[in-house]
């Protein structure tokens, strides 16, 4: 048994999704999951903080504590409820809360809080995190990191796969079924950060629970084609986008641009057109011989996005990773589990077909805990 805890709190900013992951020769097994609530204060900071791009540093370092600690508290109280012992764990996975990512800059950096120096004290696990620095200075996107993971665990010699990621953001793996052709992957736009940020200017709730508000709303095809024009769209891969890029502002500019009055539920409808869009053009670009699509993320919930998602795939089965195993909230948590154990076992994280890095690395950092002899 190798017990190790992967930590993921995604663009949505939905909550924090601790997955308890037993690693043995027999493959795979996930223990035990769960979604903890953030602090309201704490999640709106962090939405105020990414959607702005901006803030005093003392602010700075008060999110990356409080982070921190809400991560360590949500991972005891799994463990707790799993009555599942601290030194029973080889390591944590905490990829952290993504504030900015800038692989063009002039120094590419992408920049994670979620302290982990509280993580290993307050829990006493070793803790791994840092996972996309290297991966940078190796000049790859430090994104997306669930492909190598996906390539693990997904893998078919039989059919040629793609998983599809519809978490905030939107990325693509693809898994040919001939072992000798490179996995790839990358981001494809966004998944559904514009929908929730939308859906949150018109209603209490967080989210379009099963696509039902964009459900009775038209697809506007001009504002459509001016969406699908953005210049991420249209660049080819490797690629890794952001909140940084895609959020309320970008969408506020787009409607100006667009120079017409535009029903709210169109504009949601609209939006998730985009999003299934930009995921199957990505496909089929890139990876027209793919038999299966396997959905995770938050996206695959949305039932009118799945939908349009198979309509515009017909020649390609879509369904969920529920098929092969995995539910689609946890894929992401697990895969930071993952690249724990791959830490601890000095093996690469990434792969460079898909970030574009010169070579493969071991990505992460350790963070000792209190218990370490």
Known sequence: MALYIGVMSGTSLDGIDIALVDF???GMKLRAAETYPFDEQLRRDLVALIDSGRCHLQQLGQLDMALGHAYADAINQLLAETQTPAENIEAIGCHGQTVYHAPEAAFPF?????NAHVIAEKTGIDTVADFRQRDMLLGGQGA???PAFHQALFHSQKHDRVIANIGGIGNITILPADTETPVSGFDTGPGNVLLDQWYQQHHRDLYDENGQWARDGEVDEDFLQLLLADPFLQQPAPKSTGRE???LNWLTQ???ELDKP???RSVQKTLLQMTATSIAQAIQHYAAQTDEVFVCGGGAHNEVLMQTLRDKLPEMQVSTTSTLGLAPDWVEACAFAWLAQQFT?????NLPA???ASRAAILGALYSSSEAS
């Open 354 to 356: 898909v970030t574009g």
């Open 144 to 146: 997306p990191l669930v």
């Open 345 to 349: 076992l000095h093996q690469p994280g």
């Open 262 to 264: 535009i029903k709210a």
């Open 245 to 247: 890029y895609f959020n």
């Open 254 to 256: 787009k409607l100006a």
């Open 110 to 114: 992408s920049m994670q809080i979620g």
């Open 24 to 26: 043995s020769q027999q």
